[in-house]
């Protein structure tokens, strides 16, 4: 092209000789600086547009949460929340008028560690002028599907902790504007109780958003319990599209591609009007379906404002030029630390994200969750065993906390559940004993049966007080033995040396709060003490049914294998009931529907059971519980347990690795069917608090076209479902989050794993093909879980799902340790209880945290677990004695918290913003407890309620070991 | 991957709320804030790595320089200038020890004048510190091949005199890192004489940097010219690859994916020791390659550093690491405007940037600098207009400036190339004239044939005293219509509305720095004033030679059409001389050769000659001058001309569009072809200035590897170029920047035209097949331009070549107007010159710069035009009297400057670094002009130098207009 420049320069050239000669002074252009003036307020008439600059950064996706963090592995995404920080600060304190709004504090935590005190002065002083705002303020912004509700409070909390410790601040937003679906727990729990204004989202049903935005109803105040009704309404506003920038280009980002405001008329391709046309288009567009003159543009989206200078100057000159123009803008304007990180209650909380739990995320960000948690629960572990150590000396050693000498040292067994424990598989040598201690974390007296696996079958088990415990030993079979040496080398890294026998099973009782210590002792005999389980096999019966009996439940299995049928001695309960498993097909995304089924979507393409003509049972009988055995198919294994002290069934299942050699991605399911005439309705959870109705193929707010039957049908379940007709109600309950529906009136079906080989196009771009390798020897995932169900009669299935269902959600923690010269009662504590020995919480309430913030301070939550009319005795008033719960403690003083425990309750009422709503609710009766006396101690707690107290005791509180 | 997930949590959760029980306060992670130690100071005996963060932009490329500055237009390339310096400012500002170099005014000037004071109070305070340091600190980095040396010295000070004014610094370093070859006349002239310290570059012949690398030669002293000596010694520095950061993955810009160094202990992936060992592998293997303990690494390339704290604080981490390792590292330390911009003179800044008058950007940004240098010439038009207005009114109206009625408009034609001039080709009517205002802007009285195109043949043309002047009409050819047509519709918007029918020529005379006016009349008769030429034609001769002869020059052109013969009466040189045209196929990139031919590598596969059997002659002849019309082809046409007052041949073409029906994209090139013994030896010149001696197939300082046998003897033409033997020396010279050579002995070959249809992969992304498009009708470009060329005897051609070169350079303006009552002369100057009207530069002195920087004070520049021994008479010491050049003014003080006028000559050549260097020259004798004694105001100049003064005078000198 250098032809076509010296044409035209042959005629330029010479002038430019004279042109120097007459020019007075150097030309440089004029001064062009322009000073915008982005100051706003709300203008009443006109509209309102409210620019809220953010960045969603997901707290792992396609990357790790470090990853992302400090902005290596570009290659897979480019992202890095060290930028966004440290520019977003840099781009604020240039201009005051500018303000961002930043979410998830597991990156912000990580970037405040490693400022100077200079920059975390400056960052206070954003904070405070309300510049830099921090909405939701968890350490994640959790999921609302898969989480249970203690974890999103948990992780909500710490989040607000270190906002309230390191800011004073007290966010006022829910901001949920990712997860993929809305839980009434967060609206209600996560959202009203915690104080929280208002709260945003963006995912929503196609159908639901479409109506809403026909209506008007994009905003809305939502209440989210039915117990608690409006007390804990709340503002919701939903994106009419999504959390990215308005339509019509408005990406700034460094090297987007959005037209930038060119507005210095020096300069070539000046283009304001045509910009601020646009943004006022794009404007107009969103007032058109809001009710008010008030829009909000989100400008940002997913890990953006990595140079946010770049956003902010295109934002001036927006807000500059557009309130020159016509219309109005507006920012949205609302709105001591120990020597390690807390990696277990920060792997938790990371884990709740919603592209964690949920299994969107790449394999390798699992992989690092799956680290986090290991690393984790190994440091937890220690705290634990040492906290056992000092609580077991200091009944007989006070004083003496350092004398290792008579220290207990203990350990657990993380991979107990698929009976691996080196603990309890070595041998025990003559004149020693294995100490196991149990630990109970609930605020009930508990009983149980728990199980550990051994290696001889000639032990016995005491108590504390040497009386030999009635114990039981059962075979572990192949599949377990199997499970056990791939995923013990897989996870430790080496197989084990030993081969456990049997599973030894015995009953504990462990009093509220605390501990109880048993023995496991060489026995001279075989079966004396530990009675050996009575093994039998269907293997040639023909054409008969074999009845299991044990407690009160009666099980019968029908000729080919199958449960038929279920009677409840006590409660005379009885019913036909099958179960089976099936699955679906994933949708391979080619052909007719190009929507694969992948992590983000379940699209199945097909349904076939998984049947054989006769699945043979084998049988285990014992004193304490009985189990069936049963292969369903060459990668499905079941045990179904009946419990002398349980009245429910127990099924263990191992499933996998699914095959798809065939080319197939499949998804597994299992169906309990019964007769019971449901009428399309079920019940699942949300979040492990509340249940809700579900009608099959119908949505309560908008009249539903039924596009995928058997997806759109599909709720999660992270407590359990349960379907009743007029006499009976059948209830399921999870030790994971599952997906679950009932598709045929009668039948409750839940998916238990689901392996699948195409992407399903929703970013995370790889196939749903969970894979354990050994070396470099991979085969698809195998899982191993628990069902638990029972049937009782109409209204009284309640108690089991709640009482049961938090001993799951907590169960009992097993400690080993070793006696040596059998006088380990005499030197160590082996009962305990923090609580008065003669007290235990009322049925109807849990203690869901119990944890010391600050010297003398301690934070409790308890959780009424009942709705109004869900238990017949139990959806009562509750009362909690604090000072039988802490005896000889002297409570100084008591104030009661909002539930993330970052402001008094009575400030949060305060603020409350009270709603008008269009439909006024009918005359409420929403019960919850009062203000608590000082003096008497007692919290009341009205159903569903959960309070929050801090109480503030002396300091010689022995029990709580200092760090 | 939720079943993943859940497997691990079913492990863990219950430990949490022991884990809370135990924890004394919130245990968030230690503080990790790392104050990093990046002070420096050099260390002896150890490697010294001096980074060097840079960004290069481009001014223009891919984008416009306004869509690079603004960061428009990114889906070509994400390039954002005002990121750059918006973020280079604050990550300075926010550590003293970090530092940045800039280089390219153009983009600098753009962001500094939209700062706040504020942000220039800041900013200048980095650079008084010398955290910022401007390099280069030219309007670009202007090419070496394409450009002439006063436009290189013309953009450079530019750029330092803003430097100067804002800053009051003076640049150090001449950082030409990406043009595409480099010059003598960079290394002395623009490098020593501009007192830089060090030239560094890039890009040098594969070969060369490989015997470099070899003999550890990479940085060297360059002796720019064999006539100035050691006195211009510099420096120089060639980097060993490229000008980006080492290998080994130190690329550092948001969304790299260079390995960040992790040195966070409390996040994953700690990686510090990896990183520094890459580092210190990538400096020892530098190390290898130089002399010195001193490497650089140059942190930065093309448009980078957009959030320049992503590099600054890996660098931080680097140099903390990495000194507390093993090695040193060091930031390599060194170091009023009007109210319009000088559009010309920035936009002929711009465009001896090294990827515009190359050719070497897209298409749209050619359009771009076309643009601008329109804009730039229309206002310098208008600026040139009002001068003439104001000169030619002062001196009979001194003191009515404003006097509209009185003052002459004057119009110019750009276009006149092309014979398109409006003003001169309507109708003169009776009693009026057109008035022909013809200035002067070099140092000589000038004497030159001028010709404009009328369509009345009943003309004449008188002086400014009235006498009839000797014109000549001579017809325009339907080549020279035609491409008229085209490029007007095309570049004005229409078609002109009449057609001209001649050209009128007549020979002026105008004194130095001056004007001449000249009026043109109808006439009563045709040819009697103006002589009509007299056509003749070659059509119907047979077998015959033709000759014309004008002047004392002769042509002879044989039977077939071609030129065979050159007699000059007066000096008796004859020569055998053939011009013929050729085009060469350009590689079309796939085959054997990967490598096409495109707008950055001259690729060609085979050669082919333009020939027809007989090509015939149309002869126009005049008493002024004689043309000789030729059509070479379909698309080549040309006309020689051989005037009166000339001794050399003047060969105006016209070229294309050239055919590419055939898939063939051509390169055409002309050859004059002698039997002259040239001994493989030709001279061009560098940058318009030296004449450098080139011997094909060979280079002087290593042993070429021929591989190219073409593009690898080619070299830029910006003067011309010249052969010669023992007898003769003929010489071309051009009007453009061309590629020339001498493939032949006794041959020079010009590229005139290139058309090409494959992108040759080095960026640009666009084949090199120009067109011009009237709506959507587009066709290949036709160029027109003009060789000229002349034979001496040997040793005689030098004074020709210089002082027409210079005055092909600075063509005489041509401005026009129009005289009503014929009282023209009685009411307007009609001739000026600034000099004593006696007095007239020196035949061996250009002025190449007059331009009035400040009240009172003139910045003059004079350039000696000949080496040592070229010239007979002209080597010699030159003369430049100044009070003659300024009669009547008052020189109150004169001070000598460097050639950039940013310092005093004496400080820069005070603080100017000797170097020792290994081949000691032999003795030298370098002369050069003396101090400038303040009273007689005579300026010395020795051959070759360029001086640069400033002069203050009263401030009373009516010819200069203030603005």
Known sequence: MAVALAVAASLLPFFYHLLVLSASGWLYAGAAYIAYNTSGSLVPGKINVHLVPHSHDDVGWLKTIDQYYVGSNNSIQGACIQNVLDSVVEALLADKNRKFIYVEMAFFHRWWRQQSDTTKKAVRGLVSSGQLEFINGGWCMHDEAAVHYIDMIDQTTLGHQFLKQEFGQVPRIAWQIDPFGHSAVQAYLLGAEVGFDALYFSRIDYQDRQKRKDTKSLEVVWRGSKTLGSSVDIFTGIFPKDYEPPPGGFYFEVNDESPVIQDDPLLFDYNVQERVDDFVAAALSQANITRTNHIMFTMGTDFKYQYATSWFRQMDKFIHYVNKAARQLEFLKRGSYGHTTNSLAEALAIAQHHDAITGT?????????????????????????????????????????????LAAKFEQCPLLNISYCPASESEIKDGRSLVVLVYNSLGWRREDIIRIPVISDAILVTDHEGKIIKSQLLPINNASLSLRKTYVQA????????????????????????????????????GTHAFMSIVDSSQGMKNSTKEIEQGNLKLQFNHDGKLSFYFNKKSLVKTSIEQTYSYYVGNNGSDIDPQASGAYVFRPNGKF??????????????????????????????????YKTNEHVEVEFIIGPIPTNDGIGKEVVTQFTTTMDTRKTFYSDSNGRDFIKRIRDHRSDWNLQVNQPVAGNYYPINLGMFIEDDKTELSVLVDRAVGGTSLVDGQVELMLHRRLLHDDSRGVAENLDE?????????????????YFRVDPLGEGAQWRRSTGQKIYSPLLIAFSEEHGGNWSNSHATTFSMMDHSYSLPDNVALITLQEVQDGNVLVRFAHMYEVGEGKNLSEMAYVDLKKMFPGKK????????????QERQQMEKKKLKWQVESSP?????????????????????????????????????????R
């Open 771 to 787: 894979k354990i390798c050994i070396d470099t020897k991979c085969e698809g995932l195998i899982i191993q879980g628990k069902l």
């Open 609 to 642: 059971p998984i049947e054989s003509d006769k699945v043979p049972l084998t049988i285990i009988e014992g004193p304490l519980l009985h189990e069936v055995h049963q292969q369903i198919n060459s990668w499905i294994h079941q045990i179904t347990r009946l």
């Open 491 to 526: 996870y430790v890294g080496s197989s084990p040396s030993v081969t456990p026998k049997y599973w030894l099973a015995f009953p504990v009782t462990v009093e509220s709060l605390g501990f109880s210590t048993y023995f496991i002792r060489s026995a001279e005999t075989r």
């Open 891 to 902: 409570i100084l003083k008591i104030v009661e918290m909002n539930l993330s425990a970052n």
């Open 922 to 962: 009918s005359a409420e009766t929403v019960v919850r407890g009062g203000l608590v006396d000082p003096t008497e101690l007692v919290i009341e707690l009205g159903p569903m309620e959960i309070r929050t107290f801090v109480l503030n005791f002396n300091n010689t509180y022995s029990h709580l070991p200092h």
């Open 361 to 405: 995320e790449k394999q390798h960000v699992a992989d690092d969750y799956a680290k986090r948690l290991a690393i984790g629960y190994t440091e937890a572990a220690k705290l634990v065993e040492s906290t056992l150590t000092s609580l077991t000396e200091s009944h007989s050693n006070s004083g003496h906390d350092g004398d290792d000498a």
